[in-house]
């Protein structure tokens, strides 16, 4: 199997993202780049996206509104032709499915709970019920409404995999105990071990050394294979 990882690209800087291109060329993993909310609304971001070829995009804007608003959203954004987009699946049933009819060639991507959310987090904002209870419906919307892919914590995969068939992505990834902003984290041989298709990792490789970080990894991976 050859590992698939979104190299989550944290910045504002196309510097720093081209240099990030640079390092994982000619790897043994497949790699494609996630674009979250910090690059995509930054001035140079659109204009260095709309440039990229032959590099598998994912435009992380965790789509969150009313039916019209995201599908609109969608459209919007099609001439950046990404791979992948996500939405979030407590938009609802009908937003989900209007966005999806927008979406083209681009696979849409239900997101979960976020990881760095835990139960105690999700009373305080007013849900009755824990993370792995929410996940499990959320999974069951996503499949309704035919989503291409779901985002869970690595925790979680198992419990989406029950009722979703199709790609399961995966952020919350650490080699170490540094879990950073986030709660819901497993190392990268145990999320596939669960069953995730693709990984989402940004700080453990782009901080410091890449070519040294991605070697890490590798040997990581090697140990469970």
């Keep these: 199997m050859i590992p698939k990882i979104f190299i989550a690209c944290d910045t504002k800087s196309p510097k720093k993202i081209k240099k ?78 209007a966005t999806k009819k927008a979406s083209g060639s681009t696979k849409l991507v239900g997101v979960t709970i976020l990881t760095s959310l835990n139960d105690k987090s999700l009373k305080e904002i007013g849900f009755d019920k824990d993370v792995k209870k929410i996940v499990y419906l959320q999974a069951k919307l996503a499949a309704k409404a035919k989503l291409d892919a779901v985002v869970c914590s690595p925790k979680e995969i198992k419990i ?45 490789i782009t901080r410091g050394n890449i070519k040294k970080n991605i070697k890490k990894l590798i040997d990581h991976l090697n140990q469970w294979s």
């Design 160 to 204: 989406v995999k029950k009722v979703f068939k199709k790609e399961i992505i995966t952020p919350g990834i650490r080699f170490n105990s540094n879990v950073y902003d986030q709660k819901r984290v497993l190392t990268p041989k145990l999320a596939y071990k669960n069953g995730s298709d693709w990984l989402v990792i940004g700080r453990p």
């Design 20 to 97: 990030v291109i640079k390092e994982i060329q000619n790897s043994k993993i497949k790699f494609g780049l996630k674009f979250g909310l910090e690059f995509l609304n930054s001035k140079n971001g659109r204009n260095f996206i709309s440039k990229l070829k032959n590099e598998i995009t994912f435009g992380d804007y965790k789509l969150a509104d009313i039916p019209n608003t995201c599908k609109s959203s969608i459209v919007a954004v099609k001439d950046l032709k990404f791979n992948y987009i996500t939405i979030h699946i407590s938009s609802g049933l009908e937003a989900i499915q």
